[in-house]
């Protein structure tokens, strides 16, 4: 249990980019064109920190492995994000960066001529078919996430559609996999304080006070429901997800900061609408540990059988 649970902090520390800030802003007109911005920051001591630590574990184990920041360096990188969001489907891509007050930040901004093509691209991008050669399982996430469980869909109202996302945590594990979340509804009083101590432990460390992460998206229609997002008070068009690194914590955790039940909105939908709505297929329902209970007749007629073979 007590690996397990280790096993669950590690997973979940490595969702939080606790040193990073990161803000992305959606506009999709009703022609199914749009806008994107995006800015990524990270504090340069914290990382610098970081290098020096993964350098000196490195080199106690001996040997030479993959350089953990490299990805980080070519995000970071002005040529390849730009390169990277035209491939994705964006056009009259810019970006720029700049260090300020100890962060270092890269701001990207590019229009989408077609969120239909941006969707087909995501499903069908290099990294999703990289994922399914290397690992099926992981792949499978990602094919789900890009090709499926992400973007418009059709609802109940002819007039209403519903824009997903982040799928619910569930929706992605391969069939009849236990979500790792629900280890942590099995932890004692003396587990929860060990994991505490030690998210506290790296809060002080790589300042997870100061991350943030923000998504926002301004919809061509008044939004009128919405699950785990906030719905501006002044602009019936646009909602708000904020994660700041202040308020993590257990609890918030277990809930996946409402990604666990995945992040939606449903707006009015605007005459000619440009966007191809999906078919939303309904999950399906998974016992706790990927294994369907027994009847209570079958159960029952099986130790019947079992007390007359020993009997």
């Not at 962060?103 to 590019?110: I, Q």
């Not at 809930?255 to 000619?272: E, Q």
């Amino acid at each position: 249990m007590k690996r397990t649970l280790s096993l669950v902090l590690v997973a979940v520390l490595a969702l939080l980019p606790a040193c990073m800030k990161l803000s992305v802003g959606n506009t999709v007109n009703a022609d199914g064109s749009g806008d994107m911005e995006m800015s990524l920051g990270y504090k340069l001591d914290t990382v610098e920190m970081l290098k020096g630590m993964v350098e000196g574990q490195m080199g106690e184990e001996g040997g030479e492995g993959e350089d953990p920041f490299a990805k980080m360096d070519e995000v970071f990188d002005e040529k390849k994000m730009k390169e990277s969001m035209t491939k994705a489907g964006m056009h009259d891509v810019t970006t720029k960066i700049e260090e300020k007050d100890g962060w270092k930040t890269m701001t990207v901004k590019g229009k989408i001529k077609s969120y239909d093509e941006m969707m087909k691209k995501a499903s069908e991008s290099d990294d999703v078919k990289k994922a399914k050669a290397e690992d099926p399982e992981v792949g499978a996430m990602m094919d789900k996430l890009m090709g499926g469980s992400f973007g418009f869909f059709k609802t109940d109202k002819e007039d209403v559609v519903k824009m997903s996302l982040i799928p619910p945590i569930g929706d992605l594990l391969p069939g009849g996999e236990e979500n790792p979340l629900e280890k942590l509804d099995e932890m004692d009083e003396d587990q929860r304080a060990m994991i505490e101590q030690q998210m506290e432990q790296m809060r002080a460390m790589f300042a997870l006070d100061q991350m943030k992460v923000e998504m926002r998206v301004r919809l061509p229609g008044e939004i009128i429901d919405a699950q785990g997002v906030k719905k501006d008070e002044k602009d019936a068009n646009v909602a708000t997800w904020t994660l700041k690194g202040a308020d993590v914590g257990l609890d918030s955790v277990k809930s996946m900061f409402g990604m666990k039940n995945g992040l939606w909105v449903k707006f009015k939908k605007p005459a000619n609408f440009g966007i191809t709505l999906k078919e939303e297929k309904k999950a399906e329902s998974k016992p706790v540990g990927g294994t369907t209970p027994k009847s209570p007749e079958k159960k029952s007629g099986e130790e019947e059988k079992k007390k007359k073979e020993d009997g």
